[in-house]
């Protein structure tokens, strides 16, 4: 049996987040520059999301929410950390945001 993203969130007690409209999804990218670096890219762009979907939540928020230092946040903002995918599931989750919009975000460009 395959993972179940869903079902694991919702076990933890977090709400699923919306998917994005085409419009915020556009949105989103007209701030993110265009990186060579797939690190940097998903770094800006989750950055972005961030201070966009969530202005209220600073890095230190984040990162401790996911039992980690606000300096680690800031290094996976900047390209400077690759996240894995269990890494990558649970930080969309905090910037409220799927897996499948950043997918999405990341191969339009």
Known sequence: MLWDYEQHVRSE?????????????????????????????????????RERLNPKRRQVDIGRALGRPQSWVSKYEHGAVRLDVI?????????KVTLSDLDAMLTRR
């Not at 998917?19 to 770094?43: F, H, I, M």
């Not at 890494?87 to 910037?95: D, H, I, P, W, Y």
């Open 13 to 49: 007690g977090v709400a699923l987040p919306r998917p994005l409209s085409e419009a915020e999804r556009d949105a989103l990218l007209s701030v993110v520059p265009p990186s060579e670096d797939a690190a940097v890219q998903l770094g800006l762009l989750l950055e972005a999301l």
């Open 87 to 95: 890494q990558l599931e649970e930080v969309a989750t905090e910037v």
